[in-house]
């Protein structure tokens, strides 16, 4: 039963992406935005893949500078940010390795970081990483992928007018991080 409740979940997560896809398409995208401590939430979104980090002895580190950090975000979009980086984290990171969220805060940006030892990026994939429908491995290795999580992750740290970036060195890892703009 835990098996078909989580591939229904992951079904209901694609379905909802196609139609995010569709609203940033037609210009359709709303924002709710509202004052949201990051840390906790970010724990919260964590929560989702404990038991995944347990079955497959992945060390599951979060780091903060601070125990509260506010925010203003979209919570359902900032929540399908961090979720979408932490699945393809677990997605390939070999069992036995590390995958690391922090937040880091300066003058004028939050940063989110999702760090993890897998099997890391390609450099001739790099430049394509946030296209859509771009796979990034041999569908043969891995579970197969839609293509559009890494897509709709950057539309939405847009649409919050934040940034992405992408450290990666095959066979080490990759590194995401999205700054977020800090609203005083």
Do not use: C
Request: net charge neutral.
């Amino acid at each position: 039963l835990q098996v078909v409740e989580r591939n229904t979940n992951r079904m209901l997560r694609l379905i909802n992406q196609i139609l995010d896809f569709r609203k940033i398409q037609n210009k359709k995208m709303k924002m709710q935005v509202q004052r949201v401590n990051v840390v906790a939430f970010t724990r919260k979104i964590m929560e989702n893949f404990d038991s995944v980090a347990e079955e497959h002895h992945i060390d599951f580190l979060f780091e903060t500078e601070k125990p509260e950090l506010y925010l203003w975000v979209d919570v359902d979009k900032y929540e399908k940010i961090i979720f979408n980086l932490l699945s393809n984290a677990f997605k390939y990171t070999p069992n036995g390795k590390m995958i690391k969220v922090f937040i880091h805060e300066d003058e004028e940006t939050v940063s989110i970081g999702v760090q993890d030892q897998g099997i890391g990026i390609a450099e001739n994939k790099k430049k394509s990483i946030f296209v859509r429908f771009e796979n990034l491995v041999d569908r043969n290795l891995f579970n197969p992928s839609t293509g559009i999580g890494l897509s709709l992750v950057r539309d939405l740290v847009v649409l919050h007018h934040g940034t992405i970036t992408v450290e990666s060195e095959e066979g080490k890892g990759t590194l995401f991080i999205v700054n977020f703009p800090v609203l005083r």
